[in-house]
């Protein structure tokens, strides 16, 4: 009898963000998770903010998040519509703009503050962003923090048979490798489908996969519809996910290698225990996590 290694993953469920809040005064998100208790079936992938799309009239003041740490993960952020700006206590910087990605590696400790560019702030204009945290393991919470700048022109785009469109952030498809150095297997996938078209992704089998519905409507694996902002989960077994655009959509799928060890979260920092948490808010207090110059 013919064996076929590639099984298809079963879908979990199809998630509904919470409501909307605003982080800082220049991010109108909602959250799909934590907030759906999915710990165990997004792992290693910790929080996901989804920011607007919200038009800001023009300021003088760009909107956004004043200095604060992070230890114990990586942010990732991916700008669609908009300019933002960036600055850390490594000394790094940079502005992102639609098609970008940055990719920050707080791990033992990172301060930094994350605004609306300021041209942009000043000409008013839409946000359309997501926040992703990626966690790290327990080996690797305390190594060196890091900034990768990852631009629109770096990131391989796979034509999907002339119905859409597939950019490989982080991992790869069909051949072509992501941009993004990243601790553990992850595959970060941005894809528009027009209404009708479909994607075949094949991930390493029990890595845990979601697919965020940005714009328009979709399923996968024979899931229900889902419409914007909603996140279809799937289940770890299995290897394939089959996506079908119902309408003209945009599309995240997110997958990884789950990191399988306790999570301890308190606000800005995510350890394995409560005590490290305790030592990471008194490193921050003593300026372990440096400043901003
Ligand atoms: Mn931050």
Excluded at 150 to 155: K, S, V
């Amino acid at each position: 009898m013919a064996t076929d290694t590639t099984i298809t993953k079963n879908v979990l469920g199809v998630y509904q963000p919470g409501s909307a809040y605003m982080v800082g005064d220049g991010f109108p998100v909602r959250n799909l998770f934590p907030s759906n208790d999915l710990d165990r079936a997004v792992d290693p992938f910790l929080m996901l903010d989804y920011a607007g799309p919200q038009y800001f009239p023009p300021t003088d003041h760009p909107r956004g998040v004043g200095e604060h740490p992070h230890r114990g993960f990586e942010t990732v952020t991916i700008v669609y519509e908009g300019v933002l700006a960036h600055r850390d206590s490594t000394g790094s910087g940079g502005v992102i703009g639609p098609g970008d990605v940055q990719w920050m590696t707080a791990a033992s400790g990172i301060v930094h503050e994350e605004f609306h560019e300021k041209a942009f702030a000043t000409k008013g204009g839409t946000l359309h962003a997501i926040q992703l945290w990626v966690n790290l393991p327990r080996a690797s919470k305390m190594s060196a923090p890091g900034y990768q700048t990852i631009l629109n022109a770096d990131i391989p785009a796979v034509d999907l048979d002339g119905r859409g469109t597939l950019r490989v952030i982080a991992g790869s498809y069909l051949g072509q490798k992501g941009p993004a150095r990243t601790f553990s297997t992850i595959q970060l996938y941005d894809i528009q489908l027009k209404a009708g078209g479909c994607a075949v992704v094949t991930v390493p089998e029990g890595d845990n996969s979601s697919i965020f519905v940005l714009q328009g409507r979709a399923s996968a694996n024979g899931s229900r519809e889902a419409g914007e902002a909603e996140l279809i989960v799937c289940e770890r077994n299995g290897s394939q996910i089959t996506i079908d655009a119902q309408s003209d959509s945009r599309l995240l799928v997110m997958s990884g290698t789950p990191i399988d060890e306790p999570i301890a979260r308190y606000g800005p920092f995510v350890m394995n225990t409560r005590e490290e948490l305790v030592q990471a808010a008194q490193d921050y207090q003593a300026g372990k996590m440096g400043h901003l110059s």
